[in-house]
Nanobody
Framework: QVQLVESGGGLVQPGGSLRLSCAAS????????MGWYRQAPGKQRELVAS???????NYAGSVKGRFTISRDNVKKTAYLQMNSLKPEDTAVYYC?????????????WGQGTQVIVSS
């Protein structure tokens, strides 16, 4: 069974840093785009950052210059380095991946990891 598992969330003070990880497992032949989304209480889920297999990135305007998305294709893992965190970054962060498996192509979501930025 193909799945994504996030880790690395937690409580951090404003100005601090966190690194989120998203590990893909299962019978994966290749991973196309991977992305990070977030959903704050009472708000819609929004794209934070995405990274294609070709290396193209896209960032939400609110995180440009502070967050960096990367991936390790051997480990089938995506990362989100978050620096200079602000209280408005508080949300549940979800990983998403476009996967090619031995049973076809799938769009998968992780279970989410909570990030709280507070003093």
């Amino acid at each position: 069974q193909v799945q994504l598992v996030e880790s690395g969330g937690g409580l951090v003070q404003p100005g601090g840093s966190l690194r989120l990880s998203c590990a893909a497992s299962g019978s994966i032949l290749s991973i196309n785009a991977m992305g990070w989304y977030r959903q704050a209480p009472g708000k819609q889920r929004e794209l934070v950052a995405s990274l294609t297999s070709g290396g193209s990135t896209n960032y939400a305007g609110s995180v440009k210059g502070r967050f960096t998305i990367s991936r390790d294709n051997v480990k089938k893992t995506a990362y989100l380095q978050m620096n200079s965190l602000k209280p408005e970054d508080t949300a549940v962060y979800y990983c998403n991946a476009d996967l090619l498996t031995d049973r076809g192509r799938y769009d998968r979501w992780g279970q989410g990891t909570q990030v709280i930025v507070s003093s």
